[in-house]
C-alpha cells in the first residue's frame, strides 16, 4: 500500500478556484420559487442574485451532411449568489448544490466549515431525497519561471507529454487530459493540465483536477463529509504526486 502524501499547506498557495458540489435529488414540490427565498438567509453576505441558466442536447453527426441537435433541454434551474467581491458564490439548483471559493485560499478547515454551514441552509429549504453525486474541483495556476519558448516540464511536473529522443523538437504548449480511477474508494478524478501565454517571465501552468463520487446514498451529513475528507486526500495525492519539491518551494 502506498502512503498518502502530506497535505502541506502553502504560505502562497496556487489555488484560483476551488469548488464543493453535491448532487442532490429534490423532492417534486420543490420549486424555483423556494430556492430563490435560499437569498433570504444570506444576502448580507451574498447581494448578487443571478438566475442560472442549464442547456443539454444531442448533437448528431453524418458523413455529408451539417450537424443536427436531435435534442435539447434548457431553463432556469436555479440560482447562484455572489458575495460584494465575487470571491464566494453559493449555487442553489433542482439537481443540487455548489459551494466556490476563488483566490485567495485560506485552508480545506475554513472552506469546508463554510460550505457545511450553506448545505445545511439548503437542506433545511429543498429538503432533497438523497444524493447522488459528490465533487471536489481545485483549480491551481502554477507560474514558474520562463526565459525561453521551450518549457521545462521535468523540472516542475510529474506527470507531462513526453516526446520521444528520436523527434527534433521541442515542447512550446500542450493540453493533456487524464481520467484517473480510485477503486478503494469508488471515485474518479479529471486531471487537466495546460500552459497559457508567458507574462513578466512567469509562465502559467494550470492543473485543473476534478475528483468525484457518483454513488447514491440517503441524506446522511455524517457520512457525506466522511466520503467528502476521502474524495479530498484523493484530489492531494494527484495535486501532490503531480508536481516537484522545486514547485512546492514557489509556495512556501
Not at 45 to 55: A, G, N
Not at 177 to 199: G, Y
Amino acid at each position: 500500500m502506498v502512503d498518502m502524501p502530506t497535505a502541506e499547506t502553502f504560505l502562497h498557495a496556487p489555488i484560483t478556484e476551488a469548488l464543493i458540489d453535491i448532487r442532490t435529488e429534490l423532492p417534486p414540490e420543490i420549486s424555483l420559487d423556494i430556492l430563490s427565498s435560499f437569498h433570504n438567509e444570506i444576502k448580507e453576505e451574498f447581494p448578487d442574485k443571478k438566475k442560472r441558466q442549464m442547456w443539454a442536447g444531442v448533437l448528431e453527426l453524418k458523413p455529408g451532411e451539417n450537424p443536427q441537435v436531435k435534442s435539447d433541454k434548457s431553463g432556469l434551474d436555479g440560482f447562484l449568489f455572489r458575495s460584494e467581491k465575487g470571491q464566494k458564490i453559493v449555487q442553489a439548483r433542482l439537481d443540487g448544490f455548489t459551494f466556490n471559493k476563488l483566490k485567495p485560499y485560506q485552508s480545506w478547515e475554513i472552506f469546508s466549515e463554510e460550505a457545511k454551514v450553506h448545505w445545511e441552509r439548503f437542506v433545511r429549504l429543498a429538503k432533497p431525497k438523497k444524493i447522488t453525486r459528490i465533487a471536489l474541483r481545485y483549480i491551481n495556476r502554477i507560474e514558474v519561471p520562463y526565459t525561453s519558448s521551450e518549457i521545462d516540464l521535468e523540472k516542475y511536473l510529474n506527470t507531462y507529454p513526453v516526446v520521444p529522443p528520436s523527434v527534433d523538437c521541442t515542447v512550446s504548449n500542450f493540453l493533456m487530459r487524464l481520467m484517473l480511477e480510485n477503486k478503494k474508494i469508488d471515485a474518479k478524478a479529471l486531471v487537466h493540465q495546460t500552459v497559457e501565454e508567458a507574462r513578466d517571465k512567469l509562465l502559467p501552468i494550470i492543473l485543473d483536477i476534478d475528483a468525484s463520487m457518483d454513488s447514491s446514498f440517503e441524506l446522511n451529513n455524517e457520512i457525506l463529509w466522511e466520503k467528502m475528507s476521502k474524495l479530498r486526500d484523493f484530489k492531494n495525492s494527484i495535486f501532490f504526486e503531480s508536481i516537484t519539491e522545486e514547485t512546492k518551494e514557489l509556495f512556501r
